[in-house]
């Protein structure tokens, strides 16, 4: 500005010299113009300290009328300098300088009043180092000091018409063009005053400098006022283009309509002015400025400017706005208008800088669209104070905004600072929202219904809420607090449905904020009721449910997880297919970190103080508590499909006080107390007690290896399409555990579970086996042993004591062990074993053996004997019983008659007879004589059974001084036959007699003696003596196995 | 006279009844006839040369391959069958051949008397 004004001082002086050489021409009387070109162009030199050249000079007074004017045409003024554009400063077509006759014919001096230029062609040209074409003229205003003419300047009128501008300061890259330039300047030049009415007209322009660059079409620029001193300048100021482009690192205008309207003050020497009533107008936009104070403090401009705006379209707004603080609303966009009132600009405008801007504002019916949510922001109304820092940030303060956002409605207040960069929010936001809007966070198959009312206070950075909200990533320097109220919510994924009326979410950001050394998010979820549907089969109703939590780090995935969990319930009611569960205050706990094995960890716990299933009608399942606490430790080095090595489940459940009933038993199963854990390689029984009916059980010991045969059958079903059970040897699951019982009422357990485990129709089916059987079958790949002791038991009417011995399941074969007891009436011991290969081939075998008992115990414990050896129940006193037996059954346990193999031994001696009538027609008719004495000696029984014959092999019966021998055969499915031979007595006949038919009415007849010899080694022939050695076979390996 | 005549009856009569607990006569067969599977309506039975053998009954759902063991052994007309269980015992049993040819095997249960009539399966 300094050079602007220097520039015009120089210009004014250089006229005056050429006022006082005209002056001079005039004085010497000079009359016609090519005398008077002459005598300027020879005075010029010694006048002027620069070329002059003119074509010609005249005097005019028409044109100047009713003053003198000196009228020069094609005037050059030349001032060459290396790097101008040209070595003219100045070209004029016509100069017309006009000066006050009356005034010079009385005072002798000369008052130029007026100057006009026509086409002029102007190049100012300042070099790198400061000199100028200008400085030409400095000179001669010192010499004009010393003129002989009295000259003064009084210009009241300055007319430019057609000029071309050319403007370069090299020094500070400064570039100007005018062209077409009407310069209409008139006013009085008093001393050093100056009243001037500036018009100014250029139909282009462009200047250049640094990064600034505009241009402006049909400039109009007026000042109407005054400039005292050379240096004050106070006036109205007028600028108004309809075009004018302006780039400042970015295209601030761009062929924008400008108008302003500053009323002004500025000095000079401090360049320093103000504004009152001012008007900046860029196409709609209207900026009144009432006050305002400018200074210029190279190169900085400071301003202090009050203003207000009329509503201004926001899209136009923002496009004035320099480019960082565009990108710094992260590609936030916004519609509307906005009316700025009590706004206040302050500060440095410069290369670098900009100024700070406050105002309030009023913005409506405004969209605000922001890129990370999925609806915008609509029929916004927003009424906030900002303050915006152009270098910096934007502040919004006194915030209250209402606005809709998807189909919700939202009332917000608070403060927004840092726009720029943080966009940080202290923000509170009351909403009734509709959760089908929440839809574009969720997953595609994810349903949300229902309205949420929510009322949030947050604090914090923007990116922080939306990291929060759309990555699930907490930052602690956010915080929020949200209370929401679902109502008639509804959850659908998949086949999975939920149902609540009303649900209360809380959530508080940092969850520390709610518990002491919780991080991420903390949530708290409760209402009355819940209902969740699986399908068609599963639903669950959850009552008065209570979960709280916290988790963090979600956005790192699963197995770095912090989160804790407690969800509590008063009731919840699962129906799963014709299961029901019903559970009294069930409460579970989840607490889940990273693991040592770079997997997730959890720790779970689960308690209930009431748990009641149900299967159907029949299967009843109740329990006073439940308590499970386990733990989850995610293995990443494993494999996710084998589940159980990747996760290492391990569990400790204790079950007390629970009853089970089941169809097939018409006792309750009570378990006073269950404690057993297991994890992925070990199942171990701690505590386990059932009572069922009168009788109790206790088991404790450890299954291991679950998980290789569970890993096994996986491998099997993948291979084979299914599930044999087969697994290599080496993987057999063991288990050695400990039954124990106090007391065990057999009778009532096998009349309990008489049935179990066999489909009712197939207990009535006589034919072969049906598909719909299910007979037991004993697993493969397993290595189970339970050892087994019972204080007493009670088997029929027989107490058995120390009931003990083994059962083991392994790898296809259940094998009762050494199974041994005694009583009053006999030790006892049994063998079993149990296979099944196929289902319709299932195997059965026994090997049993009754010491020292007595026979009618025996047949009291087992009453078949009687059907195979009938006259057994004749005697009674103490015997030996063995036997061994084996079967195929079919699938539903009927027998496979081929396959029946039994073999059996009774010894017994000093027998006494009770069934005297049957025994008296027996010996009536062999002719036996009993002298009273109904007893007999010796008993030495062989029976075997083959398919569905059992054959009673021959043996002796000692009857004092009579002995006979006895066979007999029978045939399951017929009747029996007997034979006894007389082969001692005091008689010289040896009888024989045959018994046949059915049991129950036998026949009796004599026949020939059938073995006379073969309790007479010496008189045996072969056939005896293989009977003989077959008996003493039979009873010898039965005998063997007796322990 | 009338004496004489009574007690020869009397003899007559304890002969006859002491001399029915004799021994039968006994028959012999060739053994190598009884080698090869025999079957007598459903049940089968298979003797081998070194012998062992084995049963199975078809109307039970039983093929070969799940037969039940025993040993044989043939001796003048007896034939043992000696059945071993799961634990050691044994199930004899002992049957008196009437007939031992290449296509019929033809015997009686000692005990019960019970005969059967098997054919041979796997004729040469």
């Known amino acids: 500005m300094k050079k602007a004004l220097k520039i015009i001082g120089i210009s004014l002086a250089c006229l005056v010299g050429i006022v006082l050489l005209a002056a001079v021409i005039a004085l010497s009387t000079v009359t016609s113009p090519k005398q008077l070109t002459k005598m300027v162009k020879k005075h010029a030199p010694s006048v002027l300290p620069f070329d002059l050249q003119l074509e010609r000079a005249k005097l005019t007074i028409v044109k100047t009328f009713p003053d003198v004017g000196l009228e020069l045409d094609r005037v050059a003024i030349l001032s060459p300098m290396e790097g101008s554009p040209s070595d003219t400063l100045a070209r004029v077509d016509k100069l017309i300088l006009s000066a006050d006759a009356k005034h010079y014919l009385k005072t002798k001096e000369i008052v130029v009043n007026r100057c006009q230029l026509q086409d002029s062609r102007v190049v100012l040209f300042t070099d790198a180092d400061g000199r100028s074409n200008l400085d030409i003229f400095k000179s001669q205003e010192e010499d004009t000091t010393s003129t002989p003419f009295d000259l003064r300047l009084d210009l009241q009128q300055v007319n430019l018409k057609n000029t071309d501008l050319t403007y370069i300061d090299r020094r500070n890259g400064l570039h100007g063009e005018a062209t077409g330039l009407d310069l209409d300047l008139q006013g009085r030049m008093a001393d050093d005053d100056i009243t001037a009415v500036l018009a100014l007209k250029a139909p282009a322009l462009q200047l250049q400098t640094g990064g600034l660059q505009g241009t402006a079409r049909q400039l109009e620029i007026g000042f109407d006022g005054r400039f005292d001193d050379y240096n004050r300048l106070d006036g109205d100021l007028t600028l108004a283009s309809p075009g004018l482009s302006l780039v400042a690192g970015y295209e601030v205008l761009h062929d924008d309509q400008v108008r302003l309207s500053l009323p002004l003050t500025l000095a000079l020497d401090t360049l320093a002015g103000s504004l009152h009533d001012a008007r900046v107008a860029l196409n709609e936009m209207q900026i009144d400025l009432p006050r305002g104070t400018f200074r210029l403090d190279d190169p900085d401009l400071v301003v202090d400017a009050a203003f207000h705006t009329n509503p201004l379209d926001i899209e136009a707004v923002l496009a004035l706005l320099p480019e960082k603080v565009v990108q710094s609303l992260q590609g936030i966009r916004f519609t509307g208008t906005v009316q700025l009132t009590d706004g206040q600009v302050s500060g440095i405008v410069n290369d670098s800088l900009l100024p700070v801007i406050s105002a309030d504002v009023a913005a409506s019916d405004a969209v605000i669209a922001i890129p990370q949510l999925p609806y915008p922001f609509k029929e916004t109304e927003l009424h906030t104070h900002f303050d915006l820092d152009l270098n910096d940030s934007l502040n919004a303060r006194d915030v209250v905004l209402n606005t809709t956002w998807g189909h919700t409605k939202l009332q917000a207040t608070g403060a927004l600072t840092d726009l720029a960069r943080k966009m940080a929010l202290d923000v509170a936001l009351d909403g009734n929202l509709p959760l089908a809007d929440l839809k574009p966070f969720l997953p595609k198959d994810l349903g949300l219904k229902g309205k949420a009312d929510v009322k949030l206070k947050t604090q914090g950075r923007l990116d922080y809420l939306m990291a929060a909200v759309t990555q699930y990533r907490f930052d602690n320097r956010l915080r929020a607090d949200a209370r929401v109220t679902l109502r008639d919510f509804a959850f659908d994924m998949d086949t999975l449905h939920a149902v609540a009326p009303k649900l209360n979410l809380e959530l508080d950001l940092p969850a520390a904020r709610r518990v002491k050394g919780r991080s991420g998010a903390y949530i708290a979820l409760t209402g009355e009721t819940l209902r969740v549907k699986g399908g068609n089969t599963l639903q669950a109703d959850l009552r008065t449910l209570a979960l709280r939590g916290n988790a963090d780090r979600l956005d790192k995935g699963l197995e770095a997880l912090l989160a804790n969990a407690d969800l509590d319930l008063a009731q919840l009611d699962l129906v799963y297919d014709t299961v029901t569960v019903h559970a009294n205050r069930p409460a579970l706990t989840v607490e889940t970190r990273p693991g040592k094995r770079n997997g997730l960890h959890a720790n779970v716990t689960l308690k209930t103080e009431g748990l009641e299933a149900a299967a159907g009608s029949s299967y009843h399942f109740d329990a006073h508590a439940l308590a499970v606490g386990g733990t989850v430790d995610q293995d990443k080095g494993k494999p996710a499909d084998d589940w159980l090595h990747h996760w290492n489940p391990s569990a400790d459940f204790v079950l007390t006080q629970a009853k089970i009933r089941i169809p097939q038993l018409d006792k309750t199963i009570q378990v006073p107390t269950i404690d057993f854990v297991a994890d992925a390689r070990e199942l171990g029984f701690r505590k386990g007690g059932i009572k069922l009916g009168r009788s109790d059980l206790m088991l404790e010991g450890n299954v291991l290896g679950i998980d290789q045969w569970l890993a096994n059958n996986a491998q099997a079903k993948a291979s084979d399409g299914q599930v044999n059970g087969t697994a290599p040897h080496h993987d057999l699951v063991k288990a050695e555990l400990q039954v124990r019982s106090n007391y065990l009422d057999l009778n009532e357990i096998m009349d309990l579970t008489s049935g179990l485990g066999t489909p009712a129709d197939s207990l009535n089916n006589q034919e072969v086996a049906n598909k719909e059987d299910n007979p037991f079958m004993v697993p493969k790949g397993v290595d189970v042993t339970f050892n087994i002791h019972a204080n007493k038991a009670i088997y029929r009417n027989l107490e058995l004591n120390n009931l003990g011995g083994t059962a083991t399941i392994k790898d296809g074969t259940l094998l009762l062990r050494e199974i041994g007891f005694t009583n009053e009436a006999a030790e006892m011991q049994l063998t079993a074993i149990y296979q099944s290969p196929r289902k319709n081939h299932l195997f059965l075998g026994f090997d049993f053996h009754l010491l020292d008992v007595q026979i009618h115990d025996l047949l009291h414990i087992i009453p078949e004997i009687d059907t195979i050896v009938p006259m057994l129940k004749t005697f009674d006193g103490a015997a030996e019983f063995h036997i061994a037996a084996q079967t195929n059954l079919k699938s539903n346990y009927d027998l496979k008659m081929s396959t029946l193999r039994a073999s059996a031994d009774i010894e017994g001696a000093n027998l006494s007879v009770r069934d005297i009538a049957s025994f008296t027609k027996i010996t009536d008719m062999l002719k036996v004589s009993t002298n009273g004495e109904y007893r007999i000696d010796s008993i030495d029984i062989q029976m075997t059974a083959f398919r569905d014959e059992v054959d009673l092999w021959p043996f002796q019966v000692s009857i004092g001084k009579y002995k006979a021998t006895l066979d007999g055969h029978y045939n399951l499915n017929t009747v029996g036959q007997y034979h006894i031979s007389v082969t001692e007595s005091p008689l010289p006949t040896r009888l024989g007699l045959k018994i046949s038919g059915p049991l129950d009415n036998l026949s009796y007849s004599l026949e020939p003696c059938k073995y006379p010899n073969l309790y007479k080694p010496a008189r045996r022939n072969d056939t005896e003596q293989l009977i003989m050695q077959l008996k003493q076979q039979i009873a010898q390996k039965l005998k063997e196995n007796v322990q | ?124």
Not at chain 2, 12 to 32: D, I, Q, R, W
Request: with cysteine; charged share 25%; hydrophobic share 35%.
């Open chain 2, 1 to 124: 006279m009338k004496k004489v005549k009574t007690l020869s009856a009397i003899l007559l009569t304890l002969s006859v009844l002491l001399c029915s607990c004799g021994p039968a006569n006994e028959k012999y067969f060739n053994v190598k006839y009884l080698f090869g599977e025999w079957k007598e309506g459903t049940v089968h039975d298979k003797y081998s040369e070194d012998g062992t053998g084995h049963t199975w009954d078809t109307s039970d759902d039983i093929e070969e391959a799940e037969a039940t063991p025993f040993e044989w052994r043939l001796s003048h007309d007896t034939l043992v069958q000696n059945h071993e269980l799961w634990n050691g015992a044994i199930v004899p049993k002992i049957y008196i051949v009437t007939t031992l040819d290449s296509i019929r095997l033809e015997c009686y249960d000692m005990v019960s008397g019970i005969e059967h009539h098997y054919t041979k399966v796997d004729l040469p």
